[in-house]
């Protein structure tokens, strides 16, 4: 298992397989959601073209009903009965004069006539499938494929009038597989009048209020409103079928998607590459010593006097620009440099400070710790090392750990247990921008808070995050924790915070981060006035 691990991890980490690993998921990604914009699209065209159709066949058929009912009320109002020569001669003058009449009858329990003679297209009639007040229905009054036979016939008294289903075919064009029909017994039960039957009634529940058009995973169904209660006229077409029609978007969509993905495997790639290029400038400049320690100091607010200081990690290229921590820190928690890199911290730090730190024991340096130093108990054996190399007390050296690097709680709280329990104080950075609840702090050893910057900074400014601070620091006052505040560069600040409770601030109102000899100086200058204002005092 060890042995395919170790060949994936080869293969997998070649820029060029990543690279085309990302190109070939964005490609399928790229044109799965090309093939669904298609799909979609295509739905709403047969979705479109289907309502258009409907409106179209609404209005073709209103003109044929409405011929039929003109032609039947006419033979109902005259006067003649029976099939004398007057009466055929009315037949064929209604047949005559309608474009969509392609038969009329008269037809009592006696005798029955057409005005096609021998040719008569109806059938001897049964009951009709809608009888309302005035005009009875008939609905595909034969299921033989002739056009000349009645599709649709309509009477009145003993007359009858009926429409060809090539009559019909001509002002209605089906789409393939497609049909007309009337639904009846409140959509229980479906009519064909032209095209196959179909499956009825469909899988969604169907209402006369239903709206205009159903759309079901195979076919589109379409309500055309009536007067009539009784009866609904429906259209129903089966769904355009894969594979999918090339049209126009396709053609468009399918190349883009794999130029895409060609373009984002060549920026992970580059990613990649630049990546790589500043690690390995990361690797060479520890081993160069471009890397520098700076030192921000923390300041007591009461007396201004130096009271420690927060250890600063700075990469100074050989041509002098400088390459913000935001960088380089990131990558080098990624790829695991970042341990490497606090042990350079440490180091430098006692062999820079160690001679002052022995000089002022209450004096002390605190060291941020990445996330993977406090998941794993290697950073107290490293320090106890170095501190007995320098002669330097555990309590001199402090751990600041932010919320972010806090994954496993259970875990980081025993870690940080044992740091505490070699002497090394333990302090939270950028409190409250991370996920650190209060249930969590206090089971967490913790010595001190420290407020990040952007909630001083809306001290007395913004209304919405102004409360935070003072929230923090009362909460610390009550967990009996020492408070920080970052990022203090007016006095305003200074003496706001002081007023609520704040011993110690670090900022640009005190000092930059300082090098070795500069923070040495401050200190040692800071204890000679201090020293001067006692022995004043005392005089």
């Not at 009320?73 to 474009?99: E, F, K, N, Y």
């Not at 309302?132 to 599709?151: I, K």
């Not at 794999?258 to 060549?266: E, F, R």
């Not at 920080?484 to 915070?497: H, N």
Request: proline fraction near 5%; charge should be neutral; aromatic fraction near 6%.
């Amino acid at each position: 298992m060890s042995a395919l691990i170790s060949t994936l991890r080869q293969i997998f980490y070649r820029p060029w397989m990543l690279a085309s690993l990302a190109a070939l998921a964005s490609a399928a990604l790229l044109l799965t959601a090309s093939i669904g914009i298609a799909l979609q699209q295509m739905k709403q065209s047969e979705s479109a073209q289907m309502n258009a159709r409907g409106e179209r066949f609404l209005e073709r058929l209103e003109q044929v009903f409405g011929q039929l009912r003109e032609g039947v009320d006419i033979l109902q109002a005259q006067p003649l009965r029976g099939c004398s020569p007057q009466m055929l001669a009315a037949l064929q003058q209604v047949g005559l004069s309608s474009r969509f009449i392609y038969e009329a009858a008269y037809v009592d329990a006696n005798v029955a006539c057409s005005n096609r003679g021998d040719e008569r297209a109806f059938e001897p009639l049964r009951a009709p499938d809608i009888k309302g007040p005035t005009y009875s229905y008939w609905l595909n009054t034969t299921t033989e494929p002739n056009e000349n036979l009645a599709a649709l016939m309509l009477g009145r008294g003993n007359f009858v009038v009926s429409t060809s289903r090539g009559h019909l075919t001509d002002v209605v064009h089906l789409p393939p597989g497609g049909s007309l029909v009337v639904v009846l017994d409140n959509g229980t039960r479906a009519i064909p009048v032209l095209g196959p039957p179909q499956v009825w009634p469909p899988p969604s529940a169907w209402t006369a209020s239903h709206k205009s058009l159903l759309e079901l995973s195979d076919r589109l169904i379409y309500r055309m409103p009536t007067k009539s209660p009784d009866y609904q006229l429906v259209l129903i077409a089966p769904r355009a079928s894969l594979p999918l029609r090339m049209n126009g978007m396709l053609w468009l969509l399918f190349p883009g998607s794999v130029l895409a993905a060609c373009c984002i495997g060549w920026l992970v790639l580059q990613l990649i590459l630049q990546r790589r290029s500043m690690s390995s400038e990361l690797q060479n400049a520890l081993r160069r010593g471009e890397l520098q320690v700076l030192y921000q100091p923390i300041i007591e607010l009461d007396t201004r006097r130096c009271v420690g200081a927060e250890a600063l990690v700075r990469w100074r290229r050989p041509d002098g620009t400088l390459t913000s921590p935001d960088l380089f820190i990131p990558l080098a928690e990624n790829t695991g440099q970042i341990r490497q890199i606090t042990d350079f911290v440490l180091q430098r730090v006692l062999e820079q400070l160690g001679q002052l730190l022995r000089s002022h024991r209450n004096l002390y340096i605190s060291v941020n710790l990445a996330a993977c130093d406090v998941m794993v108990p290697r950073i107290g054996r490293v320090a106890a090392r170095l501190l007995a190399q320098h002669r330097v007390s555990a309590s001199q050296i402090a751990f600041e750990v932010t919320e972010r690097g806090l994954i496993d709680v259970v875990v980081a709280r025993d870690n940080l247990q044992a740091l505490r329990a070699l002497g090394h104080q333990v302090l939270i950075d950028d409190f409250g921008t991370g996920y650190c609840s209060l249930a969590y702090l206090q089971t967490l050893p913790v010595d001190c808070l420290k407020i990040d910057k952007a909630f001083i900074d809306a001290l007395g400014h913004d209304a919405a995050s102004s409360g935070v601070a003072p929230h923090i620091i009362r909460m610390a006052h009550d967990l009996h924790l020492r408070v920080i505040a970052e990022g203090i560069e007016c006095e305003d600040q200074a003496v706001l915070l002081y007023s609520e409770g704040v011993n110690y601030g670090q900022g640009w109102l005190f000092a930059r981060p300082l090098n070795a000899r500069q923070f040495a100086e401050l200190v040692t200058r800071g204890r000679r006035e201090g020293a001067g204002r006692r022995a004043n005092d005392e005089s």
